[in-house]
C-alpha cells in the first residue's frame, strides 16, 4: 500500500501477514498527528527498522508495517530497483532510448558526441539526455562533490 506521509512522494506499506522477517518489539514508540501512535521493531540487528500503527484512528493502516527505507538492503517495484523512496505513481518518469544525435560543444571543444542517448521525460520537468560514458571526453571533466538523489 501506498502512503503519503510527506507531501512529495509515497511510502510502502505491507500487510503483516505477508512480512516474512521476525518484528522484534524496541520498546520505543514515536507519534504522528494524524496516524496515531508508532510502535517501533528490530529487524535482523536493525534498530528501529520497522514501525506499526495497530491503534492508529486510520483503519486501513492497522495490519500494515513501514520499514525505514536505509534499513532495507534493496528496493524493488517488480523487477527493477528503486533508490532513495518509492516512486510517485501520478507523475511520470520515463527514461527512452533514443537514436538521435546529441553532441555538447563548450568554448568550440566537442565534450560529448552520441548517437545512442537515453531522454529523461518528467512530468513538469524539460527533457534531459543521458550519454553513455564513452561517447564523453571525461578527461575533459572535472569532479565535484555534488550528488542528485531520485528514485
Excluded: N
Excluded at 33 to 55: I, K, M, N, T
Excluded at 118 to 129: A, D, K, Q, S
Aim: glycine share 4%; aromatic share 12%.
Amino acid at each position: 500500500m501506498l502512503v503519503w506521509e510527506v507531501p512529495y512522494y509515497p511510502t510502502y506499506y505491507f500487510p503483516r501477514q505477508d512480512v516474512a522477517v521476525e518484528l522484534k518489539p524496541s520498546g520505543r514508540t514515536v507519534h504522528s498527528p494524524s496516524r496515531g501512535e508508532a510502535v517501533l521493531f528490530d529487524v535482523e540487528g536493525v534498530a528501529d527498522a520497522a514501525l506499526a500503527y495497530p491503534d492508529s484512528p486510520i483503519e486501513e493502516l492497522r495490519d500494515h508495517v513501514r520499514f525505514e527505507w536505509e534499513a532495507v538492503d534493496a528496493w524493488f517495484e517488480e523487477d527493477e530497483e528503486v533508490y532513495v523512496h518509492a516512486r510517485d505513481p501520478y507523475t511520470r518518469v520515463d527514461v527512452l532510448p533514443s537514436s538521435r544525435h546529441v553532441r555538447v560543444e563548450v568554448d568550440g571543444v566537442t565534450v560529448a558526441d552520441s548517437r545512442s542517448p537515453r531522454i529523461l521525460f518528467e512530468t513538469g520537468l524539460p527533457p534531459r539526455y543521458y550519454l553513455p560514458k564513452t561517447d564523453i571526453r571525461l578527461d575533459l571533466l572535472t569532479p565535484t562533490g555534488t550528488v542528485t538523489h531520485c528514485p
